[in-house]
């Protein structure tokens, strides 16, 4: 049975600040709904960790925990900006993070990172906008269980790596709305939510999955809508599928 842990990472800037962002609260709010669903592949509350506007240290010690895990997951959602070839993470105020440092220690990781790419000398960055999200994720009736055990089936099946998915491209910015959380991370439950309604798969004798490969390319055209076509998601993956499973219905 494969091992799991989710560290998801926020930072909404300063409070009553022009750039801060309320959606920041909304994406780890219903990452944490989406994940611990069946169609998110029932991952359990204590497989999840969230660090608020943490300190470098305080992320390097739990990147290095997810180690001892066979499959681990990463999303950070807040401010950020891209600088001397990589992009960078702003956490508590004043304290910034290479996101290569979230590639370390790994067999098999799926990293989101929703931030501004803006190239920066170092200016800061604000995010903007607005966004749709995921309702009823449940409608029909999922087994927990099954979910869980078909989940950890499609991980066993691909092989080690990174998958990253950024929510926009070098040097642009990254939208966000108070109400529906960032426009990227947003949209990739949205395309989720979309296939789940399509999908017409008889559970009694199937189960289907959703790799993260599918998702993301199902959030770009919505990030792309919902930006003005100003934002564009990208991702780094291997050339061969398959690719983790981002969703599973059984």
Same mark, same amino acid.
């Given at each position: 049975?494969?091992?799991?842990?989710?560290?998801?990472?926020?930072?909404?800037?300063?409070?009553?600040?022009?750039?801060?962002?309320? =959606?920041?609260?909304?994406?780890?709010?219903?990452?944490?709904?989406?994940?611990?669903?069946?169609?998110?592949?029932?991952?359990?509350?204590?497989?999840?960790?969230?660090l608020d506007k943490p300190?470098?240290?305080?992320?390097?010690?739990?990147?290095?925990?997810? =180690?001892?895990? =066979?499959?681990?997951?990463?999303?950070?959602?807040?401010?950020?900006?891209?600088?001397?070839?990589?992009?960078?993470?702003?956490?508590?105020?004043?304290?910034?993070?290479?996101?290569?440092?979230?590639?370390?220690?790994?067999?098999?990781?799926?990293?989101?990172?929703?931030?501004?790419?803006?190239?920066?000398?170092?200016?800061?960055?604000?995010?903007?906008?607005?966004?749709?999200?995921?309702?009823?994720?449940?409608?029909?009736?999922?087994?927990?269980?099954?979910?869980?055990?078909?989940?950890?089936?499609?991980?066993?099946?691909?092989?080690?790596?990174?998958?990253?998915?950024?929510?926009?491209?070098?040097?642009?910015?990254?939208?966000?709305?108070?109400?529906?959380?960032?426009?990227?991370?947003?949209?990739?439950?949205?395309?989720?939510?979309?296939?789940?309604?399509?999908?017409?798969?008889?559970?009694?004798?199937?189960?289907?999955?959703?790799?993260?490969a599918k998702a993301h390319?199902?959030?770009?055209?919505?990030?792309?809508?919902?930006? =003005?076509?100003?934002?564009?998601?990208?991702?780094?993956?291997?050339?061969?599928?398959?690719?983790?499973?981002?969703?599973?219905?059984?």
């Amino acid at each position: 049975m494969t091992t799991r842990r989710a560290l998801l990472i926020s930072n909404p800037g300063k409070e009553g600040a022009e750039n801060f962002c309320k =959606g920041v609260f909304v994406d780890i709010k219903k990452y944490k709904q989406f994940l611990t669903s069946p169609l998110g592949g029932a991952w359990l509350s204590s497989e999840i960790v969230h660090l608020d506007k943490p300190t470098s240290t305080q992320v390097d010690a739990e990147v290095y925990k997810l =180690g001892s895990f =066979g499959y681990t997951f990463i999303l950070f959602t807040g401010h950020g900006y891209f600088s001397n070839q990589t992009t960078m993470l702003e956490l508590k105020e004043n304290e910034n993070y290479d996101s290569l440092n979230l590639r370390k220690f790994t067999t098999k990781r799926t990293i989101l990172l929703d931030c501004c790419r803006k190239v920066v000398r170092p200016e800061r960055i604000f995010k903007v906008a607005m966004d749709s999200a995921v309702e009823s994720l449940n409608k029909r009736s999922l087994t927990t269980t099954e979910c869980r055990k078909y989940f950890d089936k499609e991980i066993e099946n691909c092989p080690d790596g990174n998958i990253v998915c950024y929510s926009c491209v070098k040097d642009e910015v990254s939208g966000d709305d108070g109400g529906n959380g960032g426009f990227y991370v947003s949209s990739l439950l949205e395309a989720t939510n979309n296939w789940f309604k399509k999908n017409d798969v008889d559970l009694t004798k199937d189960y289907a999955k959703y790799s993260i490969a599918k998702a993301h390319d199902a959030a770009i055209s919505l990030v792309a809508r919902l930006s =003005g076509d100003k934002q564009h998601p990208e991702i780094t993956k291997a050339r061969s599928a398959p690719y983790f499973p981002f969703a599973v219905m059984a």
